[in-house]
């Protein structure tokens, strides 16, 4: 076998490398090697073995070290039958010699502190001393052996190049890395491509295939196997030679190969290969469409998550925009991917790809965008909600609604069950985005300086890091042992701060999530962290229940000031905009400025002062200052409190504007935009206000949440806001499309009237009109301004009645929308109101435990007191009968012409929850706190049956229309259903679990109906949930946008459902046929 002159000058470099190592180590060894040395020098060997003779005469019994062996014939002609340590990147060639071989694996990435501390020793410079282009160009190669040896030996003639070799790296200009007198190759993409040219002819353009790959993929065979039309086993053959020659890695995990390549590799081969990347991407989408259909990939297949992860990429990638567009806007794949892996990569495929379509498509794209963006929540639960009843509830004018409508007729058709939201056109969703990255409630959540990127906090002990576009998960932290309580990042983004009530505060790379610092100085539980304005002076400030406040340089270990003056927990801390000043509230009931540079003092204003009255003495007074704000001037702070927000000159310490938000919910916390004249707050109602600090008027309400809303902060450029709250998520909100909303909404007492094909809803507005409503129309009378506690409709819609809160009861005359009657009858707020089925008598409850019937034709009236306690609700019973249940635990029958108690049932200990009279009118149930039912008879006084197994208080009940079964639902969100003749469970409604820590059923079960033929069961809760009583299984689920809905409507054929959630958005929903 002849030596080429090319292969033997190879040999004399390895000999002098390795000759020169020998002659340091033995100076007997030297004169030895330069013998040798010469004489390769002076006579060329023509056959390879000559040359293992000359080596067997001088190097018999020694260690040889080779390296960088290449071809098998290179490693024959040094083996002397001696033992040799040789480095290669194909670990073939040992197959050409015999004895024991031993192959020691060298990592592709060095890491960090290794490829650091090798290029310290080529520029011979200290590993601290190096410049930050060192880290940079680690990060760039990620490591890689290659390119830490070239650049390092480039350097070392170069030094002051730093720059300029990174600059090629991050622009793949590897031709412009070039050799330098310690290095082998004439460049670094020669030194890559000599693995790829010693490859068989017969496999090359199978590695030119892998040219498609994504950077940090690991590819199953079977993705291979379908690209190539091969057996596993061929695929695995090949590539077992890729991986032999160190062109491909391979993470073997029990049976199953998955292959990925090196990020240098990876722009190696695009670089090399650029003119053939669409036909590569066409090739492997065509090979796709040949075994599969997108919709049936099975979770089960080695390679489905490939598939659904780089399909979309794969087609952009080969400019097949028809075959992106049918893949991406259709239902059956997005419910497919979304069930596996959530809908936030399908939203970054619609942001990504949305440049490459046209104006139409992407009119299409933005629906669905949308729609994922706003569902996100949902589609990321167990078990998976029905996309096609969510698609339903989409406007009109969406292509997923068309989709979903077309696909929804065709199921009904087998039997599906599926529900159209008839007044939708009317409800306007003001959030961008939904996510929900925690599994419980969500404490705190912020901004990137560049607007990016968003972190979250809270009671699940996670720091989460997602994309603010798309809500991509970037990075998942266990970051603290108990509750983290708030997030911060660094103004250069590169830290993130994190606070527990572990009582530590620790500091993460907001790239890697690698832990930098654990600060534990702090005694109790430190409840805010913020991070100062200017990166070039980096400081933390950190807010405790210990009464301190504490600055902390990273440089340091330890803690650079302490600050005391609070005498209660420190709640929150804000850097002023120039950094000057640090701004501190506390349970003491004030708001202090400090001196950063000295760490003193500056002013301290009492909030508490602004709270007190003639009637409630200040010592006995509690005022929690909760949080502040800046303004971006940094002339004005703002500050909450209770349900208060003042605004301070910071100069003058003077109030300058004061906001009372309302009495029912308390600010949790508030944030000032970068414009200066507005101010987000969160409320503990589930709320968030958006407020004008100019000219101290309200703009708008966001209502989205289903709990309290912990956390609002504005984007750093003011466009977007984001909210984290109890229910789990965090809510993108656009500030511009929320300051143009001005919705009304609609509180929960409302009436409905299902008369022909007509419904009819009588409610109370939250500017307190009483609106009535045509649910087939959408058109809305407003009929008169009043304070509203309930209201009902007659049977004919010619009166409209309704009670208030000072105990007085009005009926309206619709036609000319005048007052016909009014009378105060009670003490205290009217709860509930109802006509008879004549509409000649009006009877109504009260707080004040009473109950009036009052014929206001001729204003005779009874009043039923017997009651201790307030009277929950009553049902007319026929033969002017009535039947009222109280929180007295009583339920009693009443004649509603003498005002007497005909009957009186003590039913249970606690308070009587609800009760439903059997449709033959022999029976009634009744439903407690105590977890119990019970089903009674008229006839007698005692119990017929105590249904005992809820968990929870049973707050509802319901008799099937033939009056055999009974369903009750509880606290828990359970549903039961009972055999009313011997009292036996039937089935056992299963809860919904989502996941550790969310409610079931969104909530309390509060309403049931069953539909005429006994066969279903409509239930209200946090949602609305439709069951086969048959079975005891759920036949459809209706997300409603808010939650806690009090009661469902149902119209005698059970084909439409009224109802409203806590957010007052009005569902009037019609089955499909």
Not at 356 to 365: F, N, Q, R, T, Y
Not at 394 to 403: A, G, L, N
Not at 831 to 851: A, E, M, P, V
Request: net charge negative; charged share 25%; aromatic share 10%.
């Amino acid at each position: 076998m002849r030596i080429s002159l090319r292969g033997l000058h190879s040999i004399l470099k390895k000999l002098k490398t390795v000759f020169a190592f020998l002659c340091c180590a033995n100076t007997q060894v030297a004169a030895i090697c330069l013998k040798l040395l010469l004489f390769f020098a002076s006579s060329l060997p023509y056959c390879l073995l000559s040359t293992t003779e000359m080596l067997r005469k001088y190097f018999l019994r020694s260690l040889l070290i080779l390296d960088d062996i290449w071809d098998s014939w290179i490693l024959k002609a040094f083996d002397n039958q001696c033992q040799i340590l040789l480095t290669t990147r194909d670990k073939s060639v040992t197959d050409s010699v015999m004895g024991p071989k031993y192959i020691v694996a060298v990592e592709s990435d060095l890491g960090k502190e290794k490829g650091l501390e090798i290029l310290s020793l080529f520029v011979n410079m200290k590993k601290a001393d190096l410049p930050e282009q060192a880290h940079s160009i680690i990060k760039e190669c990620k490591g890689s052996p290659l390119v830490v040896s070239l650049i390092g030996a480039l350097l070392r003639d170069f030094p002051n190049r730093w720059d300029y070799y990174l600059r090629q790296l991050q622009n793949k200009q590897f031709k412009r890395i070039r050799k330098s007198s310690f290095y082998d190759y004439e460049a670094l993409d020669e030194a890559m491509s000599i693995s790829v040219e010693m490859l068989r002819e017969d496999i090359k353009d199978y590695y030119t295939d892998l040219s498609i790959l994504q950077k940090d993929v690991k590819v199953p065979t079977k993705v291979l196997c379908i690209l190539w039309d091969m057996e596993t086993e061929e695929v695995e053959d090949i590539l077992q030679e890729f991986v032999n020659k160190s062109l491909l890695f391979c993470d073997r995990n029990g049976k199953s190969f998955r292959y990925y390549l090196h990020d240098l590799q990876v722009d190696f081969l695009i670089e090399k290969n650029r003119n053939q990347l669409q036909d590569l991407h066409k090739k492997i989408v065509t090979q796709f469409q040949k075994h599969y259909q997108p919709h049936t990939l099975s979770p089960d297949q080695e390679d489905c998550m490939y598939w659904y992860n780089f399909l979309a990429y794969h087609m952009a990638s080969a400019s097949m925009h028809k075959e992106l567009c049918a893949l991406m806007f259709s239902l059956d794949w997005i419910k497919a991917k979304t069930e596996l892996v959530g809908p936030a990569h399908l939203i970054h495929e619609f942001v990504e790809y949305r440049h490459i379509l046209d104006e139409k498509d992407c009119a299409v794209c933005e629906n669905f965008q949308e729609f994922l963006s706003l569902n996100g929540h949902l589609l990321g639960r167990q078990p998976f909600p029905n996309i096609v009843q969510l698609g339903l509830c989409e406007p009109e004018t969406s292509e997923v609604y068309q989709q979903a409508k077309l696909q929804a007729k065709q199921e009904v058709d087998h039997g599906m069950l599926y529900l159209e939201w008839i007044n939708k056109k009317n409800i306007k969703n003001l959030s961008r985005l939904v996510v929900r990255p925690h599994t419980d409630a969500v404490y705190h959540a912020c901004f990137s300086e560049d607007g990016q990127r968003i972190a979250s906090c809270g009671v699940d002990k996670t720091l989460q890091v997602f994309k603010a576009e798309t809500g991509e998960k970037l990075l998942e932290i266990k970051a603290h042992e108990d509750e983290v309580l708030c997030c911060a990042f660094s103004t250069d983004d590169r830290f993130i701060a994190t606070c527990s009530v572990d009582k530590k505060v620790k500091i993460w790379n907001s790239m890697t999530g690698g832990l930098v610092h654990v600060y534990d100085e702090h005694s109790e539980q430190v409840n805010c962290c913020h991070f100062t304005n200017n990166s070039h002076y980096l400081l933390l400030a950190t807010a405790s229940s210990d009464c301190f406040l504490k600055l902390w340089d990273l440089n340091q270990k330890e803690c650079r000031n302490t600050m005391f003056g609070h005498t209660n927990s420190v709640n929150h801390c804000r850097f002023s905009p120039d950094d000057k000043l640090l701004a501190s509230c506390s349970a003491d009931g004030t708001l202090k400025l400090w001196d950063v540079k000295s760490a003193n003092e500056r002013k301290s204003i009492n909030v508490k002062q602004f709270f007190l009255n003639s009637e409630e003495p200040q010592e006995d007074m509690e005022v929690i200052v909760k949080c502040c704000s800046w303004s971006a001037d940094g002339t004005r702070i703002m500050v909450a409190a209770k349900n208060k927000i003042f605004l301070f000159d910071i100069h003058t310490g003077g109030l300058l504007a004061e906001i009372h938000t309302g009495h029912h919910s308390t600010i949790q916390y508030c944030d000032f935009s970068p414009q200066n004249h507005l101010a987000v707050v969160a409320l503990s109602q589930c709320c968030v206000e958006l407020w004008n600090m100019d000219s101290c008027l309200k703009v708008a309400d966001c209502r989205g949440h289903l709990s309290w809303v912990h956390c609002v902060m504005f984007s750093p450029d003011g466009s977007s806001f984001l909210t984290s709250s109890d229910d789990q998520t965090i809510r993108l909100w656009e500030t511009k499309k929320v300051c143009k909303n001005s919705a009304i909404v609609l509180k929960q007492e409302i009436d409905v009237v299902f008369q022909e094909n007509e419904v009819m809803v009588l409610a109370v507005d939250n500017i307190k009109r009483l609106q009535l409503i045509n649910g087939k129309t959408g058109q809305i009378d407003y009929l008169i301004e009043a304070q509203v506690s309930c209201c009902c409709l007659s049977p004919h819609l010619q009166y409209i009645a309704f009670g208030g809160e000072d105990g007085a009861v009005e009926i309206l005359e619709l036609l000319n929308n005048r007052i016909f009657q009014s009378r105060i009858g009670h003490k205290k707020t009217v709860r509930h109101i109802q006509f008879t089925d004549d509409g000649k008598t009006l009877i109504s409850s009260s707080d004040d435990s009473s109950i009036q019937v009052w014929n206001w034709q001729s204003e005779e009236y009874v009043f039923l007191q017997a009651h201790q306690e307030t009277v929950k609700d009553f049902k007319l019973l026929k033969n002017s009968k009535l039947l009222s249940w109280s929180f007295d635990g009583t339920v009693k029958i009443w004649s509603i012409i003498t005002g007497r108690i005909e009957k009186d049932f003590v039913c249970h200990q606690d308070t009587v929850l609800s009760c439903d009279i059997s449709p033959d009118a022999t029976k009634f149930s009744s439903t407690s706190a105590d977890k119990t039912a019970k089903i009674w008879s008229f006839e007698l006084l005692s119990p017929l049956h105590e249904l005992r197994g809820h968990k929870g208080c049973v707050r509802c009940s319901v008799f099937s229309v033939d009056s055999t079964l009974l369903a009750t639902g509880d606290d828990n969100g359970e549903i039961r259903i009972w055999n009313v003749s011997n009292g036996e469970l039937l089935h056992l409604c299963a809860p919904i679990l989502v996941e550790e820590g969310a409610a079931t059923h969104g909530g309390w079960v509060t309403d049931l109906c069953f539909s005429p033929d006994s066969k279903m069961l409509v239930s209200a809760g946090g949602y609305l949930k439709w069951w086969n009583v048959v079975t005891g299984e759920s036949s459809q689920t209706f997300y409603t946008n808010g939650t806690c809905l009090k009661k469902i409507h149902v119209s005698s054929d059970f084909k439409t459902y009224v109802t409203v959630d806590n957010l007052g958005i009005l569902y009037i929903l019609q089955m499909l046929e």
